[in-house]
């Protein structure tokens, strides 16, 4: 049996009249690549500041390693929050010192997380002297001190330059590799869906998707098509049984059609009713149509 | 607690704030007494242990507030710079945060008592108090006061810097308290039409008391002795002393539910 590592049923959280969080549940298993998507103000930083104690919530429980949160049990989580926070006039040793006071965890670990984000020469450096990406990728060292059961990064990539977004994902999917649990809470759908196995979709604070990645883009898929005769193309296109819906958008046919759906299957289907594409393409960022869709029905 | 005390450490000793406000309260406490001991000189009155004592802890007490206001900095600085959160999410409780602050502001408290009581022995020496006859802890006995005033106006600095969280409006609000609550008692004093002992009760008014000028207890004693009818002027020192205490305690406790109720 798996194990959990979190556990959260129920959680809420209100701002006055807003209520930010409604009611979620969700769990997470060991291995697990863990994303927490929605757009900005969706609720994402919320239930990670209420799951890390640094929000109270207005209802619901959760657990942390089948045990009850604790400060104990955040020892075990390594974790940047809404952006990396330091001390700007402590070097980046001294600040991972700090941390590593708290965790526990021996000092003589902070040259390998350092050196694991390439920071180890500006060990002490001052942490105001760093760019926004060596902020970031100390943010991340911080939070892999003492071998973390799991790794919590909030919008690791926020405020980077293409360069920086590039270095973090090679990180987070390097850490993805070697095992390592990560929930990942992020609004850019590409980065989670290069890196997360497992999503929980959030909008104004309800749950909207849970599961597996692969499900949730697995769902459907959209073709873009095109011919000369486009309503010959769309007459044809009305016995075609993998087909789900069709809608016209210009000169270009949107098809939405099932999982099994096989692009050559199609093109030989229509050359045998005489009609020639085109234009044919899959579209790749399934996910993103996958969100929009949920998003704007809710 | 030495993990808590570690964490302190860490942080505070590479902090130039922290050198700055340290030497400006020793170059100050340092000033204050020698310009004590010249206006005692000049006025032609002979310090000896026994009078040095509370003369010069009472001149150092107004030099407090530069305690105060360093540890009202390390605690609204760690809510500017998300670092308490950051704390919160590593593996620390509230309560670990709040008792390593009051650690720290126990050890400014006693670098304090430590470094006035050594410069009134240097001070004592220096200008050859031991020549009247008093032992160098003759009227020591005060510094223990002193201890309780610098934790007063520390706690008073902790309350307000867990109340605004803001460094800025903390400072501000701290150093306006002080003349505000006097301009308060005189409108007290004023509203009430008669002599009233009500201000004497404010906290500043309270802790500012715990160690009194040596001379002001003679101004005052003679005053009541010109108007044996008319209410005291200061309160007791022992009263003080316990007020002080309590409020203290008032603000520690407020200072523990504002931290502990709102979010980080």
Redesign the interface.
Known sequence: MSEIVLSAQGLQKRFGKLIAVNNISFQIERGNVFGLLGPNGSGKSTTL?ML?????PDGGTFQWFGENA???Q??K?G?M??GP??????SAY?NL???A????VPYSDIERVLRKVGLWERRNSRYRTFSTGMKQRLGIA?ALLGSPKLLILDEPTNGLDPQGIVEVRDLITEEAENGQTILLASHLLDEVEKVCTHLVVLQKGNLLYQGETASFIKGKKRVEISADDIDALRQALQDYPEIEKITQKDNMLLLEVKPDFQAQELNKFLSQKGITLNHLSIEKHALETQFLELTSKS | MK?LL??EY??YT???IFYIFIGLFMALVALSEISSIYLSNKFGIKLGFATLWPTLINTATSMNVFIGILIMVSITSEYQ???M?????????KK?IFIAKHLYALCLSLFAVVFVALSVVVAGYSIGASTTGAGPFDGSQLIGRYFVQVLGYISMAIFFAFLLRSTAVGIIVYLFYMPLESLLGVLVSYLSHKDTMIPQYFPKAVFSNIVTNPNMAKLVNAAKAASPTKATIVLPEQTNLILGCVYIIIFTAGSYLLFKKR??
């Open positions: 500041g890390l104690s640094v929000l109270d604790d400060a104990v955040r020892r989580i974790t929050l809404e926070n330091f001390y700007s006039y402590l001294n010192k700090v941390n006071t708290i965790k526990e911080n | 993990k570690r964490l860490i942080k590479r902090s130039t710079y998300r670092t959160r950051q704390h919160i999410v590593d593996g620390l409780d670990d979010d980080l």
